[in-house]
């Protein structure tokens, strides 16, 4: 069971992702979690720092689960097929925090939004480093393009239309391997 303040965090990352940071109130989250706008306060200082630990905790989360993956990997293509993996069920399980991270990251302080990119870089050099394993030629400017595009295209689920998360699994899982390894074999010195 989630605690309070994960509670609190996703009732936000929906309000957010629905009406936008700045038109969502302490009252409404509170109101959604099933607390008192005021004891969010118990929790967290302000709306801005809940924000931050929105987008903090999932770029931690990310980033583990991406270096446990690949730690339990035998090889570097399973170590990418499991990255991937990871990516699709986090954008098909948590897409309000996608539209969340997008929109209102520059609601963020300079100190709380330098946290979060530099996880998120920490997250791409995963990626980044299983790739150049699998094609060692590949430069890593281009790897890390092709990391953040394969990224993005799995991350535009939340703009995807009705298709089921059933179907749509896995065509993300393909088509995101398929890009990576376009990449990889066609131009590993450009």
Same mark, same amino acid.
């Given at each position: 069971m989630a605690s309070r303040s994960e509670q609190i965090? #996703? &009732?936000a990352a929906r309000?957010?992702?629905?009406? +936008?940071? *700045?038109?969502t109130s302490i /009252? /409404?989250? *509170?109101?959604? &979690?099933?607390?008192? *706008? !005021?004891?969010i306060y118990w929790h967290f200082p302000g709306k801005q720092a809940l924000l931050a630990a929105m987008l903090t905790d999932v770029s931690e989360q990310l980033l583990a689960g991406g270096r446990d993956c690949v730690q339990a990997a035998p090889n570097a293509e399973a170590a990418l097929a499991a990255l991937v993996g990871v990516q699709v069920r986090f954008a098909l399980g948590q897409p309000d925090l996608i539209v969340? %991270? +997008?929109?209102? =990251?520059? #609601? =963020?302080?300079? #100190? #709380?939004? %330098?946290?979060v990119r530099a996880l998120q870089r920490q997250y791409v050099d995963v990626w980044v480093a299983v790739l150049r394993r =699998?094609? !060692?030629r590949l430069v890593r400017a281009r790897a890390t393009a092709a990391v953040q595009a394969a990224i993005g295209l799995i991350n535009s689920t939340p703009h995807t239309g009705s298709l089921q998360p059933r179907t749509l699994a896995p065509m993300l899982r393909d088509m995101a391997m398929a890009a990576l390894h376009a990449v990889g074999s066609e131009g590993a010195a450009r």
């Open positions: 965090q #996703q &009732a309000l957010f992702a629905e009406r +936008g940071y *700045g038109a /009252d /409404d989250i *509170g109101a959604a &979690a099933g607390v008192s *706008g !005021p004891a969340v %991270h +997008g929109r209102e =990251l520059g #609601q =963020l302080d300079e #100190q #709380q939004a %330098h946290t =699998l094609y !060692p």
